[in-house]
């Protein structure tokens, strides 16, 4: 980077840290420092809500994940604004009726303390996990920009976040993520209008989206009845809506999102509008993959986007490495000429064209392909290629001063959603496991905020170590939604009974959280179905062993 960009890199990042520090200095009380005294107006909620969801590994992974399998990921969020009006009308209302610190307070009130614990670590488990998969995301941007050992970058990446979080609470992330969420917006949008720019002359935005096309990355929807596939029309109205549902209703990195809104209308408001406008941003952002697709078929692109990688099969293989290299080379050269020819063709020539366009697509996709066994064969510590496309595009084609602002985003929008994490399950196993299984118990309102500030550390410590073993897990946008899959469906399925099976009680959702988590993972395990189905899996589960023993006992 030139010395504009670490300015820039340096300067965001330090001020951002000291923002939240300083909206934090009031948080002395636990409510003050678990919900924001419930004061927060719905622009602050709604910008809370997208930027805990929308972490670093969007908008890293998710241009990637498009330049590999296309934007049909998108119909991953078909669900959402569905999930988001029931959890309105439904789950807002009864938490502000009970006047929750967090969602799992209110199933100790309809069951028993059993419950309320079982499903609090069920996401402290989950969440947990996810965290440290988050932690990773933005230790790659370091890593790849510094070229330092990404085990170090993971613990640097982390322990800078950890500082403020534990300073202000509530506060702090809610306030330090609505600025941070409108700065990665504008870089995102300035990314994708230099990819444009990037483009050849002759070629422009259209021309762009016809080579993507014909290579099967314009594949918005996807409306075959395939359960293992991932991403379907039906798996993401089905099977997306169960995730939202769980995610945004049960999941207290959310809830403590919406349950520190001033009032009941502040909460729905803001959940309704990130139904509406979250489809459109994340196909946003996929298209900025869909570009790059096109923009590599023009312009020569490796045949590994990540160079450290690159860099140890060369060492490790240097024969098999140089032979496929020189391969690669001569396809590419091919393929810029095909591109263009089939952009320019006539009429006569244009089922051709595009035949021997398509011929070398498939010969370089076939030669990534190859490339990857011998990733693996060398023993290299990362094995994803997905997450380093957007990267190689930054630091290639982007000016100064915007390379260290794109930088400094990806790492801000871990900031924002890592934060939210590690308060919320600081929060959680205080309120819902320390407090109720210590030998003096205390009520939430009366937890001091230094047990918090202390878990918040802890909790921070774990996610670093999760994200030392993240290097093997893939698309990391893929890797942290499968993980949530495995959870999310037996945590909905117990909320789904509490609020409508009246006469089921603590025994069977217990029971029925088992059974169903058992199934999930044994689903999971043989991969019997895609990753969103897990989710219905798993409520359904709950739900019928709630139902059935709920009438058993009736009779």
């Known amino acids: 980077m030139t010395t504009l960009d ?97 969602a799992y307070e209110y199933l100790e009130r309809r069951f028993d303390q ?31 920009m510094l070229g330092w050992d990404i085990y170090l970058t993971n613990v640097l990446v982390g322990g800078a976040l950890i500082v403020y979080t534990m300073r202000g609470g509530s506060d702090a992330v809610a306030h330090t993520q609505t600025v941070m969420f409108g700065i990665i917006i504008l870089s995102m949008v300035a990314a994708g209008v230099v990819a444009v720019l990037s483009l050849p002359a002759d070629v422009g935005l259209f021309g762009a989206i016809e080579l993507a096309s014909k290579a099967g990355k ?29 995610y945004f209703g049960t999941d207290q990195s959310q809830v403590g999102r919406f349950i520190g809104g001033r009032d009941e209308a ?78 320019h063709a006539t009429a006569d020539g244009a089922a ?27 023993g290299a510590a990362e094995r994803s290629d997905a997450n380093y496309v957007f990267l190689h595009f930054v630091r290639n084609s982007i000016p100064a001063g915007l390379v260290g602002l794109i930088f400094a985003v990806v790492i801000m929008a871990s900031w924002g959603s890592i934060s939210a994490a590690l308060h919320a399950l600081a929060s959680s196993s205080v309120v819902d496991v320390h407090n109720l299984l210590g030998s003096t118990k205390v009520s939430a309102s009366a937890t001091s905020v230094s047990r918090i500030r202390w878990h918040t550390l802890a909790w921070g410590v774990f996610g670093i170590a999760i994200a030392m073993s993240a290097t093997r897990m893939g698309s990391l946008i893929e890797a942290v939604n499968v993980l949530g899959s495995l959870f999310y469906g037996p945590m909905l399925g117990i909320f789904l009974v509490a ?9 069977s959702v217990i029971t029925g959280a088992a059974i169903a988590e058992a199934l999930v993972l044994g689903m999971w ?28 006992s009736k009779r």
């Open 6 to 102: 670490w300015v820039v890199f340096a300067g965001v990042l330090a001020a951002v840290m000291w923002y939240g520090m300083w909206r934090g200095r009031a948080a002395g009380t636990a409510g003050r420092y678990i919900r924001s005294g419930q004061q927060l107006p719905w622009p602050v909620v709604l910008l809370g809500i997208m930027a805990t969801q929308a972490s670093a590994i969007t908008f890293l992974s998710a241009p990637g994940q498009a330049y590999v399998d296309g934007m049909r990921f998108v119909q991953y969020y078909f669900g959402l604004p569905i999930a988001m009006i029931v959890i309105g009308l439904v789950f807002v209302p009864i938490y502000r009726k009970f006047d929750v610190y967090t």
């Open 218 to 246: 314009v594949n918005i929807i996807t409306t075959d009845v395939n359960f293992t596939d991932k991403y379907t029309l039906f798996s993401g109205l089905v099977g997306g809506f169960f995730l939202a549902l769980s």
């Open 499 to 507: 609020f409508f099976v009246r006469r089921a009680g603590a025994t």
């Open 114 to 144: 059993r419950t309320r614990i079982v499903t609090a670590l069920l996401f402290l488990v989950s969440r947990g996990l996810s965290t440290g998969i988050s932690i990773y995301a933005p230790s790659i941007v370091v890593s790849s």
């Open 525 to 552: 395990w043989w991969d019997v179905v895609s990753f969103l189905w897990l989710n219905v899996v798993g409520a359904v589960a709950v739900v019928a062993v709630g139902t059935l023993w709920s009438v058993c």
């Open 352 to 378: 051709q064209a595009e035949r021997d366009y398509l011929r070398l697509r498939q010969a370089s996709d076939s030669l990534r392909s190859v490339y990857a066994t011998y990733v693996k064969q060398s």
């Open 266 to 343: 502040a909460s729905k408001k803001a959940l309704y509008i990130n139904g509406v406008v979250k489809i459109p941003m994340q196909a946003g952002i996929l298209f900025v993959g869909v570009i790059l697709a096109a923009l590599y078929a023009l312009s020569p692109a490796p045949i590994f986007f990540n160079p450290a990688v690159r860099q140890h099969v060369s060492a490790t293989m240097p024969e098999q490495s140089a032979q496929i290299e020189s391969q690669w080379q001569k396809t590419q050269q091919q393929l810029h000429v095909a591109s263009a020819t089939m952009l």
